[in-house]
C-alpha cells in the first residue's frame, strides 16, 4: 500500500511556544523560504491568531534550511503575470509586513543565509534584527528588471536615503557587518550563538510588563509620521496613561523596595 502522499507534506510555516516565545518559522527550504501567495496567507493568518494573544510576548520570525528568504516566488509570479494577481499578490505582502508593526508583540527577525528582495524587506520590517555573521543582504529585484519598490519602504525607514538606494539601483549584497552598520540588524554573532542570541533578546523582553510593551510600540511607530510637536503630544500622554497602569505601579513600588516586580499585565 502506498503512502498518502499529502500526509507527508509539511506545512510551509512552522510554529512552536516556549514560555512566551512564538517563533514562527518559514518553510520552503528547497525554494529558500521564498514567499509564495501561500506562505502570505499563513503567515497573516497565523499573525492574525498571535495578536490578541496575551500569552504570546514576542515573536520570532526564523527561517529553514540555507535561507532565510529570498524574497517573492518568481516562478510563481512569472506563471500568473496577470495584472490582477500581481497586484493582489502585493497588496497582500504590505498587509502582512504592517502587520508585523501593528500588532502588539515585539518581532525579532532571526537571519542566517541571504535575505533579498522581500526577504531583506521583511528584516527590515521586524521591529528588531539578530543575524548570523554569515547572513547577507540584498534588494535585488534591479538584477532581474524589477525595482524593489516594496522593499525600498521598510528598507529606508531603516538606513539611510543613500544607502538604500545604493542597494535598490545596485543589487548588490551587504554583509552582516555593513547591516549592522547600516542599522538593519541590531546585532551580529557567529553562526553556532544565533538561536542563543536571539533567545536571550526575547527573554529579555518577554521579562517586561506587556502594557508598556505593546503601548510603547505602538506609541513608536506612530510618532515617526508626525512632527516633533505632535510627537511629543503622543508621547506624553502614552506616559501618561502607562503611568495609571497597575503594572507601572507595581514596577516603582518594586524599584523603591528594591526587589523583582511581579506584572499583573494590566
Request: some cysteine.
Amino acid at each position: 500500500m502506498s503512502a498518502n502522499p499529502k500526509a507527508s507534506v509539511e506545512p510551509i510555516l512552522l510554529r512552536s511556544d516556549h514560555e512566551g516565545i512564538v517563533t514562527l518559522t518559514l518553510n520552503r527550504p528547497a525554494q529558500f523560504n521564498s514567499l509564495s501567495q501561500a506562505m502570505l496567507t499563513e503567515l497573516q493568518r497565523v499573525l492574525d491568531a498571535i495578536s490578541p494573544d496575551k500569552t504570546a510576548r514576542v515573536i520570532v520570525i526564523a527561517g529553514a534550511g540555507k535561507a532565510f528568504c529570498a524574497g517573492h516566488d518568481l516562478k510563481e509570479m512569472r506563471a500568473n503575470r496577470e495584472a490582477g494577481f500581481i497586484r493582489a499578490l502585493f497588496d497582500q505582502c504590505s498587509k502582512m509586513m504592517l502587520t508585523l508593526t501593528r500588532m502588539p508583540q515585539p518581532v525579532i527577525a532571526r537571519v542566517h543565509g541571504i535575505a533579498t528582495a522581500a526577504g531583506c524587506q521583511l528584516v527590515s520590517m521586524c521591529d528588531l534584527a539578530v543575524a548570523s555573521d554569515e547572513a547577507r543582504f540584498a534588494t535585488s529585484g534591479i538584477n532581474v528588471g524589477l525595482f524593489c519598490a516594496t522593499p525600498g519602504v521598510g528598507l529606508s525607514r531603516n538606513v539611510s536615503r543613500k544607502h538604500a538606494m545604493e542597494m535598490l539601483l545596485t543589487g548588490d549584497f551587504i554583509d552582516a557587518h555593513r547591516a549592522l552598520e547600516y542599522g538593519l540588524v541590531n546585532r551580529i554573532v557567529a553562526a553556532d550563538q544565533l538561536d542563543a542570541s536571539v533567545l536571550q533578546l526575547a527573554q529579555s523582553i518577554a521579562a517586561k510588563t506587556p502594557v508598556a510593551v505593546s503601548a510603547g510600540k505602538q506609541m513608536f511607530y506612530r510618532q515617526l509620521e508626525l512632527g516633533f510637536e505632535q510627537a511629543y503630544a503622543l508621547a506624553a500622554e502614552t506616559m501618561a496613561c502607562n503611568m495609571m497602569a497597575d503594572d507601572a505601579a507595581e514596577g516603582v513600588d518594586a524599584f523603591i523596595a528594591k526587589r523583582p516586580p511581579v506584572w499583573k499585565g494590566s
